[in-house]
């Protein structure tokens, strides 16, 4: 028997697609962990090695069999975790009791229903960037003493050069992503080395576009976002370490060696038509986003612990 239009799930194409291009500028998880359609399911994560830079013998006598490679290897199957939510439009928004609600009203719904879904990945983002366990013993450091870039003789420029050249060594290619908290980027506007570099420039304070030229990569981001466990407790710093990463720039792809990615079930985030619950005399709007960020490179990031 066929499902009626209450069994089956109806999608809201219109407010789907606000969903899909839904970006808040703050958060800057997606530097780190682009996402990427997950496969079909049941499908393997793709992690890397040194498949890219062995010297394959690529010779072939006439008649013998032509060498085969493979880059990447099949890990753990992909896991995608659904995050629910619903939006609400309160009948009281409305002039009119019997009037339903505009495109406006469910766009403003959807967005704040996606700023909490994008915190979340964010905060999870952020944990799998900055636990050290993650990284090998050649891909971390802990600063102190006069290293920490609050200590005007330290030198962050060829700490990063040299942390730069870990990740080369290991991958290949130099990274070009790195995402420092808001205390270290304090501390960095304020160096002597960094106010030196650029005192003839006309800017009247330090921007992400020029630390990135001071340390030569595409893009350096700032972890500004906070959030609180619950209601009562205070608010927190999401990224407290300093991340330094190699990520594709174009062709993202699960093929691709990344630091990280987040996979995406397609279509997601998806929204679904919304209907008026009578309780709380509001028109509702369920949300969903399957995703998860996976690490698919260590060797290819570095994590700079206790900068300040």
């Known amino acids: ?30 530097s780190l962990f682009p996402q990427v359609e997950s496969p079909a399911m049941g499908a393997r994560i793709i992690k ?29 199957p992909i896991a995608l975790v659904q995050d629910s939510l619903e939006g609400l439009v309160p009948r009281e928004w409305l ?4 009037q339903l609600p505009s495109v406006q009203h469910g766009e403003r719904a959807i967005n704040n229903v996606m700023n909490s879904m994008h915190l979340s990945l964010e905060i999870e983002q952020a944990e799998l960037a900055m636990n050290a366990s993650n ?9 102190s003493g006069t290293d920490k870039w609050t200590d005007p003789s ?32 304090n501390a960095l506007a304020e160096h002597p080395k960094l106010q030196d570099r650029f005192k003839y420039t006309s800017k009247d304070s330090l921007t992400v576009e ?15 976002s906070v959030y609180a466990p619950d209601e009562m407790s205070p ?24 630091f990280g990615y987040t996979y995406v079930m397609p279509e997601h985030p998806m929204v679904e038509e919304a209907y008026f619950d ?31």
């Not at 028997?1 to 703050?26: F, K």
């Not at 690529?58 to 890990?75: D, F, T």
């Not at 002039?95 to 019997?98: A, F, I, K, P, V």
């Open 135 to 143: 990284y090998g013993v050649s891909n971390k450091v802990t600063l």
């Open 235 to 258: 608010m927190q710093d999401v990224w407290t370490d300093a991340v330094l990463a190699y990520v594709p720039r174009q062709g993202q792809s699960v093929d691709v060696p990344s």
């Open 154 to 185: 330290s030198d962050p420029g060829k700490q990063i050069r040299d942390y730069k050249e870990v990740i080369r060594k290991a991958i290949g290619v130099y990274p070009n992503v790195l995402e420092i908290p808001p205390a270290a980027w």
């Open 95 to 98: 002039r009119d009791s019997q």
């Open 278 to 308: 009578k309780a709380i005399k509001s028109y509702v709007y369920p949300t969903e986003f399957e995703r998860r960020a996976y690490l698919t490179g260590m060797d290819a990031g570095f994590l700079i612990q206790n900068i300040v």
């Open 210 to 224: 020029m630390a990135a030229a001071y340390f030569e990569l595409n893009e350096v981001v700032i972890g500004q």
């Open 1 to 30: 028997m066929p499902m009626n239009r209450g069994q089956a799930r109806v999608v809201d194409p219109v407010l789907s697609r606000v969903a899909l291009g839904y970006a808040n500028p703050i958060y800057v998880g997606r």
């Open 48 to 76: 890397f090695g040194k498949e890219a830079f062995i010297k394959h013998n690529m010779r072939r006598a006439p008649g013998g069999r032509v060498a085969r490679i493979q880059y990447g290897y099949s890990s753990d």
